[in-house]
């Protein structure tokens, strides 16, 4: 399976910035052969700028892209919204539902991310599912317990390993510089996919990415560690060469 390399810009970028870093990523996939045959690039640009995006990546197959979030509605009355159906008019292929940022600064719920991940899934995109326990709940050794709860009350009904993603992100390290060592990785991982394969046939081929101060130094050992499918990159997304030395 090829690894999933997301790049999170979140609220960045002016336009010209968007097109310059565009262009950057699709011209350093290009040069690197190695970078094409291991690895999947998805781009999650700001809302306004998917059209840029869309049209600096023409037909290129390497990069696809998607946004950081979509409504938990179908249409409607609903002012400021993004309807899923909207981003698949807009040839995204991918949505982020439940990053942290939206859990903390809009109080979304374990319920809205999963009406909004089925809406993902129903308009035939693929949806990214965060989860993560914050500091204060891995002190009090609840990490396990909070994701657990989190990972099965967010799951969209329907999800399958090829319209769903888990994207473990321990809050504390994001955006923090504090990134979960190797082996906290590999635990809460695998404690992952074992509870996926309490609910999923194919929970083994389910993509679980890491997400959390992920850099050229600690992203390819972080990629080389069991259950790892990939990783979601905020902060040095925002520079195509580091962007791209996470993939090695
Ligand atoms: C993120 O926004 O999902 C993220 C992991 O950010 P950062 O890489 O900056 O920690």
């Known amino acids: 399976m090829k690894k999933l390399i997301a790049g999170n810009w979140k ?11 565009i262009a950057d990523v699709i011209n350093g996939v290009y ?22 995006v869309r049209h600096a990546l023409g037909n290129h197959t390497f990069i696809s892209f998607g946004a950081q979030d979509c409504s938990p509605h179908d249409k409607g009355a609903y002012t400021g919204d993004i309807s899923a159906s909207m981003l698949k008019d807009s ?18 719920s374990n319920a809205d991310i999963k009406a909004k991940a089925e809406q993902v899934i129903k308009n035939g995109m693929t949806a990214i599912v965060c ?18 709860k989190q990972l099965f009350e967010s799951l969209p009904a329907g999800a399958h390993a090829r319209n769903t993603v888990i994207a473990y992100e321990p809050v504390w390290a994001i955006g923090t510089g ?9 635990m809460m991982h695998s404690f992952i996919r074992e509870a996926l394969e309490e609910k999923l046939a194919d929970a083994e081929n389910m993509r679980i990415l890491y997400g959390g101060s ?4 600690n992203g390819p ?28």
């Open 31 to 52: 040069q690197n052969q190695a970078l094409q045959g291991d690895n999947e690039f998805v781009i999650f640009p700001p809302f306004i700028y998917l059209p840029t």
């Open 178 to 186: 504090k990134t979960a060592s190797e082996t906290d990785i590999l």
């Open 221 to 248: 050992g972080i990629l080389k560690t069991p259950n790892v499918d990939g990783v979601l990159v905020g902060g040095a997304s925002l520079k195509a060469q580091d962007f791209l030395a996470i993939a090695g």
């Open 131 to 148: 989860i993560g326990e914050t500091q204060e709940e891995r002190d009090g050794g609840r990490a396990e317990e909070v994701v657990q």
């Open 11 to 21: 609220m960045n970028c002016s336009l010209e910035e968007a097109k310059l870093l």
């Open 91 to 108: 040839a995204c292929t991918y949505a982020i539902a439940g990053h942290s940022e939206r859990r903390k600064y809009h109080c979304e």
């Open 214 to 217: 992920v850099n050229p130094e």
